[in-house]
């Protein structure tokens, strides 16, 4: 995927789509209103810009995404680390378990996805 960047509000607003999808136009503009009390002029405007962007499309008033959100989410989770830790995941993961303390689920849970991978590796 093609670096994409999206700014907070257009960010919130591909979160919404991704919860509801497919959404119609219309329900889209009500669900804006409600949650970020925009008017529906602004639903389109921001709309029409992820759609030019590659993220969403809307067919015939269906709107829905053709990048899915873990997949997004994956992507600049890549980029974060590319940019700040030279691509260095193992540097990423200190910089962040430094800051915050992992629990001992926490750390089975990275644990046991470290030696699946691992095993498929392996296969």
């Given at each position: 995927?093609?670096?994409?960047?999206?700014?907070?509000?257009?960010?919130?607003?591909?979160?919404?789509?991704?919860?509801?999808?497919?959404?119609?136009?219309?329900?889209?503009?009500?669900?804006?209103?409600?949650?970020?009390?925009?008017?529906?002029?602004?639903?389109?405007t921001v709309l029409?810009?992820?759609?030019?962007?590659?993220?969403?499309?809307?067919?015939?008033?269906?709107?829905?995404?053709?990048?899915p959100r873990?997949?997004?989410?994956?992507?600049?989770?890549?980029?974060?680390?590319?940019?700040?830790?030279?691509?260095?995941?193992?540097?990423?993961?200190?910089?962040?378990?430094?800051?915050?303390?992992?629990?001992?689920?926490?750390?089975?849970?990275?644990?046991?996805?470290?030696?699946?991978?691992?095993?498929?590796?392996?296969?």
């Amino acid at each position: 995927m093609n670096e994409i960047e999206l700014g907070a509000v257009q960010l919130k607003f591909a979160d919404i789509v991704w919860e509801r999808e497919p959404v119609s136009s219309g329900e889209l503009v009500k669900v804006c209103e409600r949650e970020l009390n925009w008017k529906k002029p602004t639903t389109y405007t921001v709309l029409r810009r992820l759609c030019e962007k590659g993220i969403l499309k809307n067919e015939n008033g269906v709107v829905s995404s053709l990048i899915p959100r873990d997949e997004f989410y994956s992507a600049k989770s890549e980029q974060i680390i590319e940019e700040s830790f030279n691509g260095s995941l193992p540097a990423f993961v200190a910089a962040f378990i430094s800051r915050k303390e992992l629990t001992a689920k926490e750390a089975d849970e990275i644990r046991e996805m470290i030696d699946s991978f691992k095993k498929e590796g392996l296969e």
